[in-house]
T-cell receptor
Framework: QKEVEQNSGPLSVPEGAIASLNCTYSDRGSQSFFWYRQYSGKSPELIMSIYSNGDKEDGRFTAQLNKASQYVSLLIRDSQPSDSATYLCAVNPNNNDMRFGAGTRLTVKP | GAVVSQHPSWVICKSGTSVKIECRSLDFQATTMFWYRQFPKQSLMLMATSNEGSKATYEQGVEKDKFLINHASLTLSTLTVTSAHPEDSSFYIC??????????????FGPGTRLLVL
């Protein structure tokens, strides 16, 4: 089992819709969780971090964490074509080496 | 805050030459830096973890004699690709660990270095 698993996609949503990106992790002791966005040909950029169970909202982005289910998600409301990118889920299992999922490719169609 | 720079942003070299890539944390001290490699349409692959003042820890399958890492200070780590070959052509990205905006440690990525070996 991979440490961090994501659906590779591609996920395609129409402009204005909600995009839902999911991630599961294997280390139950993980405490820190992150979502990065990577545009084609660019390096990843941090968009959200979450440490506690529940929802965390930042603009059009909402991260959801359920430690009991070892599940973290990212919702993007009012999706825009500029949101088209690969979204990487990252988990820090021991506050040392962050582990990344393979990424989910999102396409927002105008 | 939390800016990481890389230099050069791209490099083209002949097969057999060595290439050095610098990674700097500009506004924070990074005790740990990470080097990743990414081939087209593939995910990030961690190559090595570098702690300031100590030897780097390499991931399985990464040749430490080929990919030399030096973490000389809290703000600078270098990756040298020795005797580069065309199969080393890739996107090399460094990352530095520092304090996140709301506490807790977070990794911040440099802009990456695109290497093409002819």
């Amino acid at each position: 089992q991979k440490e961090v698993e994501q659906n590779s996609g591609p996920l395609s949503v129409p402009e204005g819709a909600i995009a839902s990106l999911n991630c599961t992790y294997s280390d139950r002791g993980s405490q820190s969780f992150f979502w990065y966005r990577q545009y084609s040909g660019k390096s990843p950029e941090l968009i959200m971090s979450i440490y506690s169970n529940g929802d965390k909202e930042d603009g059009r982005f909402t991260a959801q964490l359920n430690k009991a289910s070892q599940y973290v998600s990212l919702l993007i409301r009012d999706s825009q074509p500029s949101d088209s990118a690969t979204y990487l889920c990252a988990v820090n299992p021991n506050n040392n080496d962050m582990r990344f999922g393979a990424g989910t490719r999102l396409t927002v169609k105008p | 805050g939390a800016v990481v720079s890389q230099h050069p942003s791209w490099v083209i070299c002949k097969s057999g030459t060595s290439v050095k890539i610098e990674c700097r944390s500009l506004d924070f001290q990074a005790t740990t830096m990470f080097w990743y490699r990414q081939f087209p349409k593939q995910s990030l692959m961690l190559m090595a973890t570098s702690n300031e003042g100590s030897k780097a820890t390499y991931e399985q399958g990464v040749e430490k004699d080929k990919f030399l890492i030096n973490h000389a200070s809290l703000t600078l780590s270098t990756l040298t690709v020795t005797s580069a070959h065309p199969e080393d052509s890739s996107f090399y990205i460094c990352s530095a660990r520092g304090q996140g905006v709301r506490g807790g440690e977070t990794q911040y990525f440099g802009p990456g270095t695109r290497l093409l070996v002819l």
